[in-house]
């Protein structure tokens, strides 16, 4: 008997409807095993073999690619990742990890190992469940990218934000904002960033750029995706102390972009703001897309 194996939670009944059919459960891995019902699908082979007590097994998850999956071996990861555009992939130590990326990036696949001399006619059925994902998958993608853009019909903005800076700290350093609303959006930004040329303060001004367009656009909020944890803390954390020290930290020297901080809290004003951490290079399409905004900036 042979069994689909999948991260996800439903199957496909031979009447056409995607439900639950769990049977099995590996522990160790955290697979879920399922057989789909009926005569048509008693001999589906598995997707993959066990994993084996490899300590060193690692997991490549690619939410964007040729074929969205979780792989076992950076071969077969890279068939689907390179040179396709834009593709959104990364390594884990642990199965829960990597799905829980695909979740976040992309839609819910099978586990995926080749396995060239596993034939038999349920592979076409199987191909069918895989097409039919991929289709799902797809328009799934389509919609994400959409609502990293922001409807102008509703009143809450979600921008992604970044900052670049070439030989930052350094003579002839040049420094620029990215900010990311969608796929061929208008209102990105790229561009050159005025005064002094750091990191730090072209994160900062990407932001305020952000925020400036919004309430311009008339939105009533605005969350900012930035991968600088700097500025996370500096916003969230800091500023309450460094308002209540004048502008001072703890040991007493002034905040080096004072001015900077306050043309933020400027801006800030009529609108609520709203403040996530991602993860820098991690495949975040959005995060991404900024930071070749900010990179292209700094070269202007």
Same mark, same amino acid.
């Given at each position: ?12 009944? %031979?009447?056409?409807? !995607? ?10 891995? $955290? ?16 997707? @993959? ?13 690619? &939410? ?12 077969? #990861? ?23 990326? +695909?979740?976040?990036?992309? =839609? ?16 076409? =059925?199987? $191909? ?5 994902? %991929? ?21 809450? &903005? @979600? ?5 670049? #800076? #070439? ?12 900010? =990311? ?13 005025? $005064?002094?040329? *750091?990191?730090?303060?072209?994160? +900062?001004?990407?932001? @305020?750029?952000? +925020?400036?367009?919004? %309430? ?9 995706? *930035? ?26 020297? &002034?905040? @080096? ?17 709203? !403040? ?25």
């Amino acid at each position: 008997m042979s069994y689909a194996v999948s991260v996800t939670s439903n199957v496909l009944s %031979k009447s056409g409807e !995607w439900k639950p059919a769990l049977v099995n459960a590996s522990a160790k891995t $955290g697979i879920s095993v399922y057989k789909i019902d009926g005569n048509r699908s008693d001999s589906v082979q598995s997707a @993959i073999s066990k994993r084996s007590n490899n300590k060193s097994q690692f997991y490549y998850a690619v &939410a964007r690619g040729r074929k969205p999956g979780i792989y076992l071996s950076w071969d077969e #990861c890279k068939q689907q990742v390179v040179k396709f555009s834009n593709p959104i992939f990364k390594k884990f130590a642990s199965l829960d990890d990597a799905q829980s990326f +695909i979740n976040t990036n992309g =839609f819910s696949y099978t586990l995926s190992k080749s396995n060239s001399s596993q034939q038999s006619h349920s592979s076409d =059925f199987l $191909g069918n469940l895989f097409k039919k994902r %991929k289709h799902e998958y797809d328009s799934h993608l389509q919609q994400k990218l959409l609502k990293t853009t922001s409807d102008l019909n509703k009143k809450h &903005a @979600i921008v992604y934000t970044d900052g670049a #800076c #070439c030989q930052n700290g350094q003579r002839g350093a040049r420094a620029g904002i990215g900010v =990311f609303w969608g796929v061929d959006d208008s209102r990105n930004i790229s561009e050159k960033l005025s $005064g002094r040329p *750091t990191n730090n303060r072209a994160e +900062i001004h990407a932001a @305020i750029r952000a +925020i400036r367009q919004a %309430k311009e656009l008339n939105y009533e909020s605005i969350t900012i995706r *930035t991968d600088s944890s700097f500025l996370i803390n500096s916003v969230t954390v800091w500023m309450k102390k460094w308002l209540k020290n004048g502008w001072k930290v703890a040991n007493g020297s &002034a905040v @080096i972009n004072k001015e900077d901080f306050e043309e933020l809290l400027s801006e800030m004003e009529g609108i609520e703001v709203k !403040w996530e951490k991602v993860l820098a290079h991690s495949g975040i399409e959005g995060n991404e897309a900024a930071d070749r905004l900010a990179v292209k900036g700094a070269t202007r």
